[in-house]
């Protein structure tokens, strides 16, 4: 067996009919498998999957384990010499999984092969291409050439041989051998959902090289999801569980410092935007609380990521997941 490609269910069954369509029209030169594991397993609901590919495998976790857990999972029950992580919602556009695997298996030196994401217009979708991209995203700073100058000097310099080259792949298409990703330590289960391919990535380009190509590309539907804001400020830009998530990668990669200053500026811009808002309420003449939601909504997360600091500093084991009234922010 060639390849195993894993994809963690959670109400997706009707994505992942649609998915596994378009992997049987255009992956037909080399053997695969496909492990379904499912989150949130409704018997039954998976009937149309199995009668049109039965001979998927179907794992029932039995309860919502999160991302990390599923695809470990799917690693220990798969018989391919590679594993391809694919989200339940994408859709093969090509042979982009054919030439990923010959990609991968071009040099020995090269660990790990993604997809370049665009929508179902052929436009691509934006995404992080290098963790200092996602690192200077995670603080609010003034938008001014001085201040992105002065971050981009403190961050670790990233140095690349060739413009294919980088060090954070998408989770939604992450084709690796199955030794590297055990030999990396798998995926890690302290995370939830978010993050998690980053933090698995950092470790990933210890052994060799991640690599995005031009001609490999997928479609990503991208639809409703709780955890995503919309119609939001740029302070609140992040929702609390992909906040959360990042932070836990950034101490997790680069250290209890580097999480602590995160979370100084959070502290430190508290104060800030609300005297800057109560300013510009009483210059305009308006009650000084006057339309202030955003302001409340940067106190209830900044307060909220202060209350998990313990367990992001002292590395709690399992995976770090925000309550459901929590999420209503």
């Given at each position: ?16 009919l ?9 992956t ?65 556009v ?6 990923a ?69 998408v ?16 995926w ?38 709780p955890?995503?804001?919309k ?31 995160i ?44 209350k ?22």
């Amino acid at each position: 067996m060639t390849l195993s490609i894993i994809i963690v269910n959670y109400k997706s069954e009707s994505l992942i009919l649609n998915c596994l369509r378009s992997i049987s029209t255009y992956t037909k030169n080399i053997s695969y498998e496909v492990i379904v594991i499912d989150n949130s397993f409704v018997k039954g609901k998976n009937t149309d999957v199995l009668n049109e590919f039965p001979t998927t495998i179907w794992e029932d976790l039995g309860y919502n384990a999160g991302f990390s857990k599923a695809n470990n999972k799917g690693i220990s029950l798969a018989n391919g010499e590679y594993v391809l992580f694919l989200n339940a919602d994408t859709l093969l556009v090509d042979e982009s999984i054919e030439k990923a695997l010959i990609y991968l298996k071009s040099n020995p030196q090269n660990v790990a092969v993604g997809a370049i994401q665009i929508d179902v217009h052929g436009n691509q979708i934006p995404y992080f291409r290098t963790q200092n991209e996602i690192r200077r995203q995670l603080f609010i700073l003034p938008n001014s050439q001085i201040t992105e100058n002065i971050f981009q000097n403190l961050l670790p310099k990233e140095s690349f041989e060739n413009n294919n080259e980088t060090n954070n792949l998408v989770g939604a298409f992450l084709l690796v051998s199955k030794k590297n990703a055990i030999k990396s330590g798998q995926w890690d289960e302290d995370f939830f959902l978010y993050a998690e391919d980053v933090e698995f990535c950092q470790r990933l380009s210890k052994l060799g090289k991640l690599l995005y190509f031009d001609d490999v590309k997928i479609i990503h539907l991208i639809n409703e999801n709780p955890y995503r804001n919309k119609n939001t400020s740029f302070v609140n830009r992040f929702n609390l569980q992909v906040q959360l998530s990042n932070l836990l990668w950034i101490r997790k990669s680069y250290g209890v410092l580097s999480y602590l200053i995160i979370m100084i500026n959070y502290w430190v811009l508290l104060p800030i935007f609300w005297i800057w808002k109560i300013i510009i309420n009483i210059l305009n003449k308006k009650y000084e609380r006057n339309d202030i939601s955003n302001q409340l909504t940067f106190s209830k997360k900044v307060y909220i990521l202060t209350k998990y600091l313990p367990k992001i500093i002292f590395l709690t084991k399992g995976p770090l997941k925000i309550t459901e009234e929590e999420n209503l922010i």
